[in-house]
């Protein structure tokens, strides 16, 4: 049974700005796991749409759960990877959760639905 659906649409310049000024922001959103992908790549634009896609999986998770980001569940309660075939998946307790992340030059997107099990 469908529990909920989230999506979030942000943009990559808005990432690369916060990135420029919040040195830390990628420890801030990203698991450890997460982290170590990041630092994988070595372009920085790359590294602004890994995270930009990141943040959009994780705000798009917090809405089809129903509890947005904050009190009930952290960008760090979020753990966000990837499959052998290169899809997304997020594991969380209770629920079978469908990922899509995708982006442009522009913006990253994500769309989550969670299922009940």
Avoid: W
Wanted: net charge positive; proline share 2%.
């Amino acid at each position: 049974m469908i529990y909920g659906i989230g999506i979030d649409l942000i943009e990559i310049g808005r990432i690369k700005t916060l990135m420029e000024r919040q040195k830390k922001l990628p420890e801030r959103i990203l698991s450890k796991d997460e982290l170590t992908k990041f630092e994988s790549f070595s372009h920085e634009q790359r590294r602004a749409e890994f995270l930009a896609g990141r943040f959009a999986c994780k705000e798009a998770f917090s809405k089809a759960l129903g509890t947005g980001l904050g009190k009930h569940v952290s960008f760090q309660d979020i753990n966000c990877q990837n499959d052998e075939l290169g899809r997304p998946y997020i594991r969380y307790e209770g629920f079978k959760v469908h990922v899509s992340i995708t982006h442009t030059e522009n913006y990253a997107a994500s769309q989550v639905i969670l299922e009940k099990m």
